[in-house]
């Protein structure tokens, strides 16, 4: 019972929006995971891999989004007038050891297309996957305290975001120092991409302060919006901008993809 969302009752409509939001994130996931897999042959060999990962994402925020919206069903029971209560409970802590599949996935694939290899690579990947799974550790020891000592949330969620600055600083160096042999198109890009996973991954921490900022039934919907706007840009408007941008590459080195991609058809051909 350590969730807050636990602690309340729900009009229809507050229960109806969290339970709409989690169906449209395993709606977003499966989708990605079609597009991943179809638009693989866009990018030349050496850039399939972020392809293969951002599946492997998908599918396994796929799993974890359906088994919220499942056990958001079963946490509360309708009396005829309010959403309460029911004997099982409701726990957001899925997605913290989730994440210990995502994240370490989405850095990876990051590095791949930024084309960074050998001694550089081993290095920052071993630093971007340890922060990683200490920021979302820390966090998740943190959110065990939600309903009962905020002080302990803020303590665990201050030294969490440690990380998370470590990740961000690794992330823009890396894009930074690739950014100057790509060319001007590509280079947009990988820039655009950085900011994206700033704000997207931002947007957790709020979600997680909600308890603190918000301790209401309209906090409670709010955050899970905030979890699913911040899946969706993070893993999946993440990946296809990634995908986009290996096609660039490959193509910048010579690589014709057997169809035009959708940037062709929007923008005009290159
Ligand atoms: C926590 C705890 C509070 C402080 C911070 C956090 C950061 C979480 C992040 C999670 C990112 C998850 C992703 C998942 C995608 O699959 C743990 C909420 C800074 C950044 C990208």
């Known amino acids: 019972m350590e969730n807050m969302e636990n602690l309340f009752s729900y009009s229809s409509v507050q229960y109806d929006i969290i339970n709409h939001?989690?169906?449209?994130?395993?709606?977003?996931?499966?989708?990605?995971?079609?597009?991943?897999?179809?638009?693989?042959?866009?990018?030349?060999?050496?850039?399939?891999?972020?392809?293969?990962?951002?599946?492997?994402?998908m599918v396994s925020a796929a799993l974890i989004l359906f088994n919220q919206q499942q056990s958001w069903q079963h946490a509360f029971a309708w009396d005829g007038n309010k959403w309460n209560p029911s004997a099982t409970t409701f726990s957001n802590g899925f997605r913290y050891v989730n994440w210990s599949i995502d994240v370490p996935m989405l850095l990876t694939?990051?590095?791949?297309?930024?084309?960074?290899?050998?001694?550089?690579?081993?290095?920052?990947?071993?630093?971007?996957?340890?922060?990683?799974?200490?920021?979302?550790?820390?966090?998740?020891?943190?959110?065990?305290?939600?309903?009962?000592?905020?002080?302990?949330?803020?303590?665990?969620?201050?030294?969490?975001?440690?990380?998370?600055?470590?990740?961000?600083?690794?992330?823009?160096?890396?894009?930074?120092?690739?950014?100057?042999?790509?060319p001007p198109k590509a280079a947009r890009l990988a820039k655009a991409l950085f900011w994206l996973l700033v704000v997207a991954w931002t947007l957790y921490p709020i979600a997680y302060l909600i308890p603190w900022l918000s301790p209401t039934p309209n906090g409670m919907v709010a955050r899970q919006i905030l979890y699913t706007i911040a899946d969706i840009t993070s893993k999946v408007i993440y990946g296809v901008m990634l995908g986009q941008l290996a096609t660039r590459l490959s193509a910048a080195e010579g690589y014709e993809p057997a169809r035009e991609s959708m940037k062709s058809v929007i923008y005009g051909r290159d």
Do not use: H
């Open 109 to 182: 694939q990051l590095l791949i297309v930024l084309g960074v290899s050998g001694a550089a690579f081993r290095r920052r990947w071993v630093g971007l996957v340890v922060a990683g799974i200490l920021m979302i550790y820390t966090g998740y020891v943190g959110q065990f305290y939600e309903t009962t000592d905020i002080t302990k949330l803020l303590i665990w969620g201050a030294i969490s975001t440690v990380f998370m600055i470590y990740i961000c600083y690794i992330v823009g160096i890396s894009i930074a120092e690739t950014n100057v042999s790509m």
């Open 21 to 57: 939001v989690l169906v449209l994130g395993v709606g977003a996931m499966m989708s990605g995971l079609a597009y991943f897999i179809m638009t693989i042959k866009d990018s030349s060999p050496r850039y399939r891999l972020t392809s293969v990962i951002s599946s492997v994402v």
